[in-house]
């Protein structure tokens, strides 16, 4: 449903849509437990707990009737092909590691449990370097780099001195590189004189 609404809705319209689209849910989280607890009390036609996924038939079939005229039909695109030899090699690589660990304790860890482990690891290698290679990748390795950004702490202030911290991380930052504080130079630094306190300059910035 929300990438359905993020192809259908502009930028500008597709915040609403989603807000829509919160409130449906959140009110049919708690409808939905209500009438399911009233269809079941109410054993509708001897059918029980049925009901309450019989009661889909009714709103689904013409909901689905209307999409066909209201929903926005999609441009025809390649559809991408299926990595069959990163499947088998995803899929036999986890259940190699997976089967032992789950049974292993109770079985009390014969040897297939270890041998199980130890296949493992040379089928997900052999998988990632597979991955790496191919073109429509089942598992696309580059999620999984996430480049670590180094934010920059200002200074703290010290006892018996005016501190404050430099705005978006820079000695001696404009004015309009901050919304609300920018500093004076410290100590010995360009524009600021040595062993006197720095003096913090507070802008009173309106809007």
Do not use: K, Y
């Not at 309450?52 to 013409?62: K, S």
């Not at 820079?170 to 600021?192: K, N, Y």
């Amino acid at each position: 449903m929300l990438a359905l609404i993020t192809a259908s809705f502009a930028p500008e319209r597709r915040a609403r849509a989603m807000g829509w689209f919160g409130a449906v849910m959140g009110l049919g989280g708690v409808c939905g437990q209500v009438l399911g607890g009233l269809l079941l009390q109410a054993d509708l036609f001897g059918l029980g707990w049925r009901t309450i996924f019989l009661v889909n038939v009714p709103v689904g079939v013409p909901a689905a009737l209307l999409a066909t005229r209201v929903l926005p039909r999609a441009e025809a695109r390649t559809a991408p092909r299926l990595d069959v030899a990163g499947v088998l090699g995803v899929s036999s690589g986890l259940g190699l590691a997976l089967a032992p660990l789950v049974l292993g304790r109770e079985e009390g860890w014969p040897l297939w449990t270890w041998l199980s482990l130890g296949a493992s690891l040379p089928v997900l290698a052999a998988t990632l370097l597979w991955e790496r290679r191919t073109a429509e990748p089942v598992v696309d390795l580059a999620l999984f780099r996430v480049r670590r950004r180094v934010l920059h702490a200002g200074r703290t202030a010290r006892p018996g001195r005016g501190g404050a911290s430099h705005p978006a991380g820079r000695p001696g930052a404009h004015a309009g590189d901050h919304p609300a504080v920018a500093v004076a130079p410290p100590d010995g630094a360009a524009g600021g004189d040595s062993g006197t306190p720095v003096r913090d300059r507070v802008l009173d910035r309106r809007v």
